[in-house]
């Protein structure tokens, strides 16, 4: 019993207390963020001096709040525990059962012998069993072996999966029943394989040894499609769907690098919330970002809106811009109001085709276009809500002429006043209706 005493706490932590952190860590991090959300509206709102609306009517803001459940004033907060519990019992169960059959086969019922003794369609395959001949009870052995490890991978993968699930706030009962499912799923492609190559004379394992089978088992359970695919490619009828060849003309990455600011610990957080290239920070929701990462609102603003820039334009063109003191969307608009920067930044958006005078609708037009962009007008929406809290009391007139980003359809209305052009543009981002010729941002 001493001896079996490490496998067997194994097997419960693993099993048992993984998916009740996860659980734990799921309540406690909605908590933390509604706090958070609580905090910067009540911030918004001690800001003294008018404000066009509550900030509640920033969609961004809104969404938010509407993803971590906050109440409404008045409404009475349900007990959250009790919810937990009743939708998350039954799918939960199911992940720690697999998981606890897994680790005991794994860690207690390995070295029993007698386990593998009886023959096994599943860990046999086509082979002969000629009356339990060590050969068979040896080939039934490694193949449970490769099993084990391919459940192992795939409960790292899961528990990975689940811990992304909670920083995303995105955790349901259809997460668990998504990690047992990948845990099937690899070991019985593991397994699978390991018939098929061998049937097919391949040698052992594909002409690997057992050992780095095992290695090869583990990827497998860590990335269960790995095995689906090589049984694809040895069987290439298989394949229902083909790539159309343009597709790959088409295709591209955005790093992250490409953003002023970004190191590689910022691009792993950003990460766990499966914002992986620019186009993703590009559409990302600014206020969610807030809450769910540790860095600042007004440096969250600058990075989306590097990111829509480089989105639109893409890197090289991003690139000259940036050279020129052009970061972001809004920089553009700024900077296509005047006529010779106009045509510098239509020489870089058109290419090396000459930009004249009678371009510069065109210039303005496509800047316009970009910056119609949904994601775009929700950023302009944030970013001028916070520059109510930073903007200081004695600047904010009785009028509200604080200098509000303009939406795309103000950048021709040059002979307006500067009263006017806020007044517009502010009723366009909070909802109000627009005089500005722009579409309204809500």
């Known amino acids: 019993m001493p001896n079996q005493f490490w496998p067997l706490a194994l097997v419960i932590l693993f099993s048992l207390l993984i998916p009740i952190a996860v659980l734990i860590g799921r309540h406690n991090t909605k ?41 409404k004033p008045g409404e009475a907060e349900r007990p959250t525990w009790l919810y937990d519990v009743g939708i998350y019992a039954m799918s939960c169960l ?10 005991t086969y794994t860690f207690l019922l390995a070295v029993d012998t007698g386990l593998w003794s009886g023959q096994s369609l599943f860990l046999l395959g086509l082979n002969d069993w000629n009356d339990g ?41 259809l997460s668990f029943l998504r990690a047992c ?10 397994a699978v394989v390991r018939h098929v190559v061998h049937a097919a004379g391949f040698g052992t394992a594909a002409g690997l040894g057992e050992g780095m089978f095992l290695g090869v088992a583990f990827l497998m359970g860590f990335f269960p499609t790995l095995g689906l695919n090589y049984i694809v490619e040895r069987f290439p009828s298989l394949e229902l769907k083909r790539n159309d060849p343009a597709a ?60 829509q820039l480089i989105a639109a334009v893409g890197p090289g063109r991003a690139k000259d811009l940036r050279d020129l003191g052009i970061r972001t969307v809004f920089d553009l608009e700024q900077t296509i109001r005047q006529d010779k920067l106009c ?15 009678d371009d510069r609708d065109a210039v303005r037009a496509l800047v316009g276009t970009m910056s119609r962009s949904l994601h775009v007008q929700r950023l302009r929406q944030v970013w001028n809500a916070v520059l109510v809290v930073s903007t200081p009391a004695d600047e904010i007139s009785a009028k509200d ?3 509000l980003i303009l939406l795309p359809g103000g950048l021709a209305r040059e002979a307006e006043s500067a009263d006017t052009r806020n007044s517009a543009a502010r009723n366009a981002v909070f909802g109000q209706g627009s005089d500005s010729g722009g579409p309204s941002s809500g």
């Open 401 to 403: 002429s604080w200098p």
């Open 133 to 173: 001949s060590s050969a068979a009870r040896a080939y039934q052995f490694q193949t449970a072996t490769a099993v084990c490890f391919a459940f192992l991978g795939a409960y790292v993968w899961s528990v990975t999966y689940l811990l992304r699930r909670v920083a995303n706030y995105d955790l349901s009962p």
């Open 94 to 103: 199911i992940y720690v059962l697999l998981s606890a059959l897994g680790f």
């Open 31 to 71: 908590k933390y963020r509604q706090r958070l959300l609580i905090n910067l509206e009540e911030t918004y709102d001690k800001v003294p001096g008018p404000k066009p609306r509550d900030l509640r009517l920033v969609s961004s803001f809104e969404m938010a709040r509407y993803k971590y459940d906050l109440t």
């Open 181 to 190: 499912a990948q845990i099937l799923l690899a070991c019985l492609s593991v």
């Open 343 to 357: 045509d510098f930044a239509g020489a870089i958006l058109f290419g090396d085709r000459r930009v004249s005078p």
């Open 248 to 307: 790959k003309a088409v295709s591209r990455a955005l790093p992250l690098d490409m953003i002023d600011g970004m190191d590689s610990f910022i691009k792993f957080r950003l990460g766990e919330m499966e914002i992986e290239d620019a186009q993703n920070l590009a559409t990302a929701n600014p206020i969610l970002l807030f809450v769910e990462t540790p860095y600042g609102l007004l440096q969250i603003i600058d990075w989306v809106a590097q990111a």
